[in-house]
């Protein structure tokens, strides 16, 4: 069974940061590539970046030279830095391993003064 727990989310102030984390069950972790994604409130679930399983790197642009994507596939596990946050950064956070169906539970970012 697959499982993907999020963590690492919470409330920070403009310019803050933060790093989540994804920890990946029940699949060959180190064969998929990996993604997050985001979904603001009363939007629909967005892309922001995702690694390959060579390490290659891939962003949105309003995050580019803010957020960091890595992957530690000893552990299972995705992460996202996130650096200078801003209001627009809000969001719940997913991962995804890329181009399958399955998601987690998401954690929230607010990002708030």
């Known amino acids: 069974q697959v499982q993907l727990v999020e963590s690492g989310g919470g409330l920070v102030q403009p310019g803050g940061s933060l790093r989540l984390s994804c920890a990946a069950s029940?699949?060959?972790?180190?064969?998929?590539?990996m993604g997050w994604y985001r979904q603001a409130p009363g939007r629909q679930r967005d892309y922001v970046a995702t690694?390959?399983?060579?390490?290659?790197?891939n962003y949105i642009d309003s995050v580019k030279g803010r957020f960091t994507i890595s992957r530690d596939n000893a552990k299972s596990t995705v992460y996202l830095q996130m650096n200078r946050l801003s209001p627009d950064d809000t969001a719940v956070y997913y991962c995804?391993?890329?181009?399958?169906?399955?998601w987690g539970q998401g954690t929230q970012v607010t990002v708030s003064s």
């Open positions: 690694i390959t399983t060579t390490g290659t790197t």
């Open positions: 995804n391993p890329t181009g399958s169906g399955y």
């Open positions: 029940g699949i060959r972790f180190s064969t998929w590539p």
